[in-house]
């Protein structure tokens, strides 16, 4: 099995833009070819989960991640969009299909502490998912759990969406709670949803330090040349 380093949230590039690329948008009948296609360019995947009632989508699989994991040693980071009856559940089975960092929603508030103890008696790294019209506030109290949190730019589970207009100042709010809280453990603040050339800057500007990349990168006409531009924001 293929494993990144204990350290890699540590190890993460700090002087430009992090890149996760989301598996939702790749070529799923040649995926493994795909990850072989961008592993020089990613810094982490991103596997979203969706129980088709939490998010209107219906994706994807512990085996599929479990799969993913034979392949690369790439971190592997899942986006759980599930109700809360199954979020302790969905926990349990991408821990185990190898997942490095699992990211539950804000709004799963009623069982977030008990997600995040469980997470941490599996070992995985905690992450945090808010909805575009969930208070960031509401994040401060987790924050001191977290390894990264992420702001959705559109409506949840939702592809080809543009970015909603509060985005950057949701970003600039999280990057300012994240400072004060004083956390003793590297947040990365990642935002997720109307990834665009012209909206990359802005993002950026505003605090983003994590790209969730699907057709933009995927889709790009060329890979290196994009991958290049991004780096240099």
Same mark, same amino acid.
């Given at each position: ?9 540590? &190890?993460?590039?700090? =002087? ?20 072989? %296609?961008?592993?020089?360019?990613? &810094?982490?995947?991103?596997? &979203? ?20 994991? #034979? ?21 349990? #089975? ?5 997942? &490095? ?70 970003? %600039? ?11 003793? #453990? ?9 990834? %665009? ?16 990349? =699907? ?19």
């Amino acid at each position: 099995m293929l494993l990144p380093a204990a350290s890699w949230i540590d &190890d993460l590039p700090s =002087g430009r833009l992090i890149a996760e690329f989301s598996v939702w948008s790749a070529d799923l009948l040649r995926l493994h070819d795909e990850l072989i %296609r961008i592993e020089p360019y990613a &810094d982490a995947l991103h596997v &979203d989960v969706a129980d088709g009632h939490f998010a209107p989508a219906l994706l994807f699989f512990p085996d599929l991640v479990g799969a993913i994991r #034979q392949a690369t040693g790439l971190p592997i980071h899942v986006h759980l969009m599930a109700a809360d009856a199954i979020l302790l559940s969905q926990i349990e #089975q991408f821990s185990e299909a190898g997942a &490095d960092l699992i990211s539950i929603h804000l709004e799963n508030a009623a069982v977030a502490d008990a997600a995040l103890d469980l997470l941490e008696t599996k070992g995985v790294a905690a992450g945090m998912v808010a909805k575009v019209e969930t208070p960031i506030a509401n994040v401060s109290r987790f924050l001191p759990r977290l390894r990264f949190l992420t702001l959705l730019g559109t409506e949840v589970g939702i592809k080809g969406q543009r970015l909603n207009g509060a985005a950057c100042g949701r970003l %600039r709010e999280a990057r300012r709670l994240i400072a004060e809280s004083r956390a003793k #453990q590297r947040i990365v603040l990642a935002a997720d949803g109307g990834i %665009r050339e012209g909206t990359v800057p802005d993002l950026r500007s505003a605090g983003a330090e994590s790209l969730v990349l =699907g057709s933009f990168a995927f889709g790009a006409p060329e890979l290196v040349s994009r991958m290049t531009w991004l780096r240099a924001i």
